[in-house]
């Protein structure tokens, strides 16, 4: 009976020190990573890993299905890996406060400046392109560019966000600018959208009251304004020096074409304050209503555009962004990086490097819920393109057209997130007070760049 008590107390005691062993193991710090690797080192790819999604960008099991590909193929590769998957975050903020957020973790090129530099949640990636070999050289360069804070990869950009317009081509041909059959060609200029938005202009029987217009700018968002920044040659941003230059000749050439767009009444001021006559004048047109070239935000929101196009049996196609003399085509890009605080940065990094190899890009955009590919050799391809029936035969090649052309849309991906804030609310209200008569646009301009600079200077 003695042993037998013996031989329990020891096996108490032998549970009891497995368990502070597991409890002091879950309670161990997590080590910050830089990313930075050791000459010569070799990654280890294994174990578990948790990637965390936004709700509202993966809401549905239909817009999953790309994620939940992407990391199939990953798996494929490695067997040994275990990866979970949370697409239930509202806000990331608390889960990096905590270091409780997955090992891998969706973003946008509009919050890299942020998580990395900012509030240090992103791993650098350069050190792993290295050590996994992973070749760049065929993705997007613009594109690319985006995926960087400060000179370093922190991110892999898994789409390519080239602006585009849908266009009612049936209005195109009434107005004699397009024959049966044809469409805008892929290197269309800013000159062209201005002759045709000349001849596409319509009144109705007052003179004053506009039915139609050539195109629906929604001036308050980044991408619609920041070609304008460099169409002409301006060097809006300089981050050399973290100073920003508005008032540059050649930025404020950029938007007096916008200026010049909205006076002309070429473009329909989508969100802007009006005036009580300009209001007038635009009474019966609308963004869905009278504007012949379409704001398309990413190719994901294609449908929602072409089903209208199509339920009032309107002939449709797709335009890039008209060329300007400089590089000025917006684009973006939506991916995933590595929480710099991961316990498994090897298969972390393995994981989101994927993403710039064709096997991943083909995982992750041949079905619903992908988008358009960032490696140039996958572009013409139509694993990408929509299957549903009415979408044949449309211009896809726009949304990699001119990518030698491609410049940061979103101001957060060039300036930090306190100074995007004053340039997008400082535009918006530039606009709104121009189409009010309320103030001169010039002085406005050279406000935000006072507001930006001080505060940036703030900021280092």
Request: charged share 20%; proline share 4%; glycine share 8%.
């Amino acid at each position: 009976m003695k042993s037998i008590f013996s031989n329990l107390k020891k096996i108490a005691f032998l549970c009891l020190a497995v368990c502070l062993l597991f409890a002091a193991t879950a309670c161990k710090p997590k080590e910050y990573n830089t990313g930075e690797l050791p000459d010569g080192y070799i990654p280890e790819v294994g174990g578990k890993l948790k990637v965390s999604c936004r709700a509202d960008v993966y809401p549905s099991e239909a817009s999953r299905k790309s994620v939940r590909n992407w990391i199939n193929a990953f798996r494929a590769k490695y067997p040994n890996v275990t990866v979970e998957t949370d697409f239930s975050i509202p806000d990331y903020a608390p889960l990096i406060s905590s270091k409780t957020i997955g090992d891998v973790f969706w973003l946008s090129d509009a919050d890299v400046y942020n998580y990395a530099i900012t509030m240090q949640a992103l791993m650098q990636l350069d050190s792993y392109v290295e050590a996994f070999n992973v070749d760049l050289s065929d993705i997007y360069s613009g594109i690319l560019n985006l995926c960087e804070a400060k000179g370093k990869l922190f991110f892999a950009g898994m789409s390519c966000g080239n602006v585009v317009f849908t266009y009612n081509v049936d209005a195109m041909v009434e107005a004699g600018i397009l024959q049966p059959g044809e469409r805008v060609a892929n290197d269309w200029t800013w000159e062209d959208f201005k002759s045709y938005a000349q001849q596409l202009k319509k009144y109705d029987e007052d003179g004053i009251t506009l039915t139609q217009v050539g195109a629906g700018f929604p001036l308050y968002w980044p991408n619609t304004f920041t070609p304008f920044l460099y169409a002409y040659g301006g060097e809006w941003v300089d981050k050399t020096e973290n100073k920003v230059m508005l008032s540059n000749d050649k930025v404020r050439q950029g938007i007096q074409e916008v200026i010049d767009a909205i006076d002309n009444r070429w473009i329909y001021p989508e969100g802007s304050q009006m005036s009580a006559q300009m209001a007038t004048e635009y009474g019966k047109v609308s963004t869905r209503n009278g504007c012949v070239f379409a704001y398309n935000q990413a190719y994901t929101v294609l449908t929602t555009n072409a089903d209208i196009y199509n339920t009032r049996g309107i002939t449709w196609d797709v335009a890039p962004w008209p060329l300007f003399e400089q590089k000025a085509s917006p684009c973006g890009t939506l991916g995933f990086g590595v929480f710099s605080y991961t316990r498994n940065k090897d298969t972390a990094a393995a994981l989101v490097l994927s993403l710039f190899s064709e096997e991943g890009q083909m995982a992750f955009h041949g079905q619903e819920g992908g988008d358009v590919p960032v490696l140039k050799k996958l572009g013409d391809q139509d694993f990408w393109h929509l299957t549903k029936e009415g979408y044949e035969g449309k211009n896809y090649a726009a949304f990699t057209a001119n990518y030698d052309r491609y410049v940061p849309g979103q101001v957060n991906a060039c300036v930090p997130p306190e100074v995007a804030t004053i340039i997008e609310n400082g535009i918006k209200n530039l606009f709104d007070n121009y189409c009010r008569n309320a103030a001169d646009w010039v002085d406005s301009l050279a406000k935000i760049e006072e507001q930006c600079n001080q505060l940036w200077g703030q900021l280092e």
